[in-house]
């Protein structure tokens, strides 16, 4: 397995990524629009995320399929930044999530990040459980943040601050 930086040339596999994975997706978060499940939607995502200097998107790539997705996403001139990610529903319990997230902390030290946050709803405790055991701390609560599956949602914020 290797992280790459998201790039153009990755738009086929990632399109077969998120098509594959898009119901178990969606069991935890909104729907994308059904324009991104296309070449031209996936190339349009992939261009505004690494347009933008305030991400650093990434993939997990193994046996040439992208089994993952990293992210360091609002990086922010006074040190902080937020993570995301999202693995294949086939990878679940093999510690793909916690591989992401540690290399996304490795990433962020490396570019002189001082704080990180993490969002994650209430019906995800798998993530919680991911972000916890990577010495990410609950910092806030966003009660009734969204509507899902006709179901109201909090949003937990967890935070991981470096020293020095």
Same mark, same amino acid.
């Given at each position: 397995m290797k992280f790459e930086p998201l790039t153009l040339s990755h738009t086929n596999k990632l399109l077969d990524f998120e098509i594959k994975n898009k119901g178990y997706f969606e069991s935890f978060i909104?729907?994308?629009?059904?324009?991104? @499940?296309?070449?031209?939607?996936?190339?349009?995502? =992939?261009?505004q995320l690494t347009n933008e200097d305030s991400n650093l998107p990434f993939v997990l790539m193994d046996n040439s399929q992208i089994i993952a997705r990293a992210n360091l996403k609002n990086i922010h001139k006074n040190g902080s930044a937020e993570i995301g990610y999202r693995v294949a529903q086939n990878t679940i319990g093999k510690g793909v999530g916690s591989l992401c997230v540690k290399f996304l902390i490795e990433k962020s030290k490396n =570019?002189?990040?001082?704080?990180?946050?993490? @969002?994650?709803?209430?019906?995800?405790k798998a993530s919680e459980r991911v972000l916890t055991k990577s010495g990410f701390v609950l910092n806030l609560c966003l009660p009734n943040y969204c509507d899902h599956d006709g179901q109201s949602l909090h949003a937990f914020q967890y935070v991981l601050r470096f020293s020095g």
């Open positions: 909104a729907p994308r629009e059904n324009a991104f @499940y296309t070449k031209a939607g996936v190339e349009d995502h =992939i261009q =570019i002189e990040i001082k704080s990180l946050l993490a @969002y994650v709803l209430n019906n995800n």
